[in-house]
C-alpha cells in the first residue's frame, strides 16, 4: 500500500498550486499551501505515513464531527436532532440563507449553523478540558491542543458566525438559558483544535471500527453515534461538494478549511490527510487528488464491487 500512497502524494503535489490556504481566519492564512500528507492506520494494525503528516494545522471543520459524536452520548439522539436535521445544504458551510428564509432548523450538523446549535447543547454539559481528554483519546494523540493563536485570530474575525448564532437564538434553537457567547466560544474552541494527519487517521480508525479503539478493545463511542457520524460524513461532509465528492470518491469524509480531510473506510481503517491549499468550496485540492487516486487504485469507494473487508 505504501507504494500506492506515496504515487498518491506525488500526483497531489502538482495540483497544489491551483488551490490557496483559508485567509479569512488571519492565522490560517500564515500556513504553506505546498504542503502534503496522507496517514492510514488500518484495522489490522498497518500504520503508513507519507509527506507532512507529523506537522501540525487547525482542525477547523473535522471537529465538528467529534462534537455531534459525543454531543449524541451526553445529550441523546432526540435532543440533537430536535434542534438540527440531517439534510445537505447545497450551499457553503457559512451560509445563512436557509437559516433565515425558511422556517426549518440548520439543515445538518456539518455547517456553521448546525454544528453552532450542537455545541450549545454540549457547551453546558461537558468543560473543555474534559471535552480535551475525550478527543486525545479519540484521536490516539495525547499532544492534541487548543491552539490559542488560531483561537484569537477567529474569534476576532467572527462576525458571521456571531450573526449566525443569534440568529439561531431568535428562532428558538439556542435555548433563551444557554449562553450564545459561550456556546460560540465552544464551537470557535474546538475548531482551534490542533491536529496532525496522524491524528485524524487514528479517528478514522475509531469510526470504521464502530467506536472501538483497535488495540485495547475499549469503546470509546456506542455505535448509534459512529453509524450517525459517518452517514452525515457521506452526504455532508465535503460543503457543497459532497455529492462530487461521493460519486468520485465514495468514502465518508470531513473536510476542514486548515486543509485537513478525515475518511473512513468502514470496517477497514482511517485516513488522515493534510494538505492546506484549498479549492473555492474549502475542500484540499491535493487532499481529494490522493483520495480519488487510492480510492481508484485499492477499491476503496463505497460501491467499488471489489472492495473487501479485513
Ligand atoms: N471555524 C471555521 C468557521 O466557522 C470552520 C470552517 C470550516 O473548516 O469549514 O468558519
Do not use: W
Not at 36 to 44: D, Q
Not at 204 to 215: E, F, K, M, T, W
Not at 290 to 301: D, F, G, I, T
Request: a negative charge; charged letters at 20%.
Amino acid at each position: 500500500m505504501r507504494d500506492v500512497l506515496e504515487q498518491a502524494v506525488a500526483l497531489g503535489k502538482t495540483h497544489t498550486h491551483e488551490g490557496a490556504v483559508a485567509t479569512y481566519i488571519p492565522e490560517l492564512g500564515k500556513v504553506d499551501g505546498s504542503q502534503l500528507g496522507v496517514s492510514v492506520f488500518c484495522r489490522n494494525g498497518k500504520r503508513i505515513s507519507v509527506g507532512d503528516t507529523k506537522v501540525r494545522f487547525s482542525i477547523q471543520s473535522i471537529s465538528k464531527i467529534i462534537t455531534l459524536a459525543v454531543a449524541l452520548e451526553i445529550c441523546g439522539f432526540d435532543q440533537v436532532f430536535k434542534k438540527v436535521g440531517m439534510e445537505p445544504t447545497g450551499d457553503p458551510f457559512n451560509s445563512l440563507m436557509k437559516l433565515e428564509n425558511t422556517d426549518s432548523s440548520p439543515y445538518n450538523p456539518m455547517i456553521n449553523a448546525g454544528a453552532i446549535v450542537v455545541a450549545s447543547c454540549l457547551a453546558s454539559e461537558i468543560s473543555f478540558d474534559t471535552m480535551l481528554d475525550t478527543i486525545r483519546a479519540l484521536c490516539m494523540d495525547p499532544d492534541i491542543n487548543l491552539d490559542k493563536k488560531v483561537y484569537h485570530s477567529e474569534m476576532s474575525h467572527i462576525s458571521r458566525n456571531r450573526a449566525i448564532a443569534y440568529l439561531l437564538e431568535s428562532k428558538g434553537y439556542i435555548e433563551k438559558n444557554k449562553d450564545v457567547e459561550n456556546s460560540l466560544h465552544f464551537y470557535v474552541k474546538m475548531c482551534s483544535l490542533s491536529v496532525t494527519a496522524e491524528s485524524l487517521a487514528g479517528l478514522g480508525l475509531i469510526l470504521a471500527n464502530d467506536g472501538i479503539h483497535p488495540d485495547t478493545g475499549k469503546r470509546l463511542l456506542s455505535s448509534q453515534a459512529v453509524k450517525i457520524v459517518k452517514t452525515l460524513m457521506f452526504t455532508c461532509g465535503m460543503y457543497d461538494g459532497s455529492g462530487e465528492f461521493a460519486v468520485r470518491v465514495g468514502i465518508p469524509s470531513k473536510s476542514g478549511v486548515g486543509g485537513g480531510i478525515l475518511s473512513v473506510v468502514d470496517g477497514e481503517m482511517g485516513i488522515g490527510i493534510f494538505g492546506p491549499a484549498l479549492d473555492k468550496k474549502g475542500n484540499s485540492v491535493a487532499g481529494e487528488c490522493v483520495l480519488e487516486y487510492m480510492s481508484h487504485e485499492l477499491h476503496l469507494h463505497m460501491f467499488d464491487p471489489q472492495r473487501h473487508t479485513l
